[in-house]
């Protein structure tokens, strides 16, 4: 998927995978990953979501990383953040507080500019990505974090009814990009109550992955 087709959509305002009070799917399972109060959390792919500011509110440092300037701008506005701003090799780095973003091509962030992570809660990455680029996503993602525990949330329906994104991403295909790196364990499956683009049934899947 071509990077204008995201800036495109943030230029528009098209941005319906935009949740206005954040994934409440974020607070009933974080717990079960029984992660330390201080846990910096990546969050890969991040927009401007409300799910960073509720991390940070439990008091977890936060680095996200996204294409779109424009959606990070937003978010420290809305955070009422003032963001000191510096490159980082090919991307930008937006700092305040205890939240980092780098903006830019999420395949050019490496271990050293990301730093030490202790968990990645990704929620609108890997399912915002055709299956021809998600091997790649996640293999990155596992190699960046050194594996660290995951929190993932994927969308299930049936993809012939539907143009992604977001796409569906089956368990046998988390299982496959994962599995080697991660003990993977579903542990909830929540209909959408107003599906997807008019779309019916469609399943939110949560994933919680612990290092192997």
């Known amino acids: ?5 995201w800036q495109g959509k943030w230029r528009r305002g098209e941005i319906a995978f935009h949740e206005a009070q954040g994934n409440p799917l974020l607070r009933r399972y974080l717990p079960a990953l029984d992660l330390p109060a201080s846990t910096r959390f990546l969050l890969p792919l991040c927009g401007k979501t409300r799910d960073i500011g509720w991390l940070l509110g439990q008091g977890h440092p936060v680095v996200g990383a996204e294409l779109s300037r424009l959606a990070i701008e937003q978010l420290f ?14 991307l930008e780095r937006f700092e305040a507080g205890r939240l980092t973003v780098f903006v830019g091509n999420f395949f050019d962030l ?5 730093g030490e992570v202790g968990a990645v809660y990704d929620r609108a990455a890997l399912v915002a990505l055709p299956e021809a680029m998600r091997a790649r996503y996640a293999g990155h993602l596992v190699h960046l974090t050194h594996a660290a525990p995951q929190l993932l949330i994927a969308f299930d329906y049936d993809q012939s009814q539907l143009v992604g994104p977001p796409f569906a991403v089956p368990e046998a295909e988390v299982r496959r990009h994962y599995g080697a790196a991660y003990h993977v364990t579903q542990a909830g499956r929540h209909e959408l109550k107003d599906g997807l683009k008019g779309l019916k049934p469609v399943d939110e899947i949560v994933w919680l992955m612990r290092p192997r």
């Not at 998927?1 to 087709?5: D, P, V």
């Not at 506005?77 to 090919?90: D, K, Q, S």
């Not at 490496?110 to 990301?114: E, G, I, P, S, V």
């Open 1 to 5: 998927m071509e990077e204008e087709f």
């Open 77 to 90: 506005a809305e955070l009422g953040l003032v963001p000191h701003v510096t490159p980082a090799g090919p």
């Open 110 to 114: 490496d271990r050293a500019t990301l």
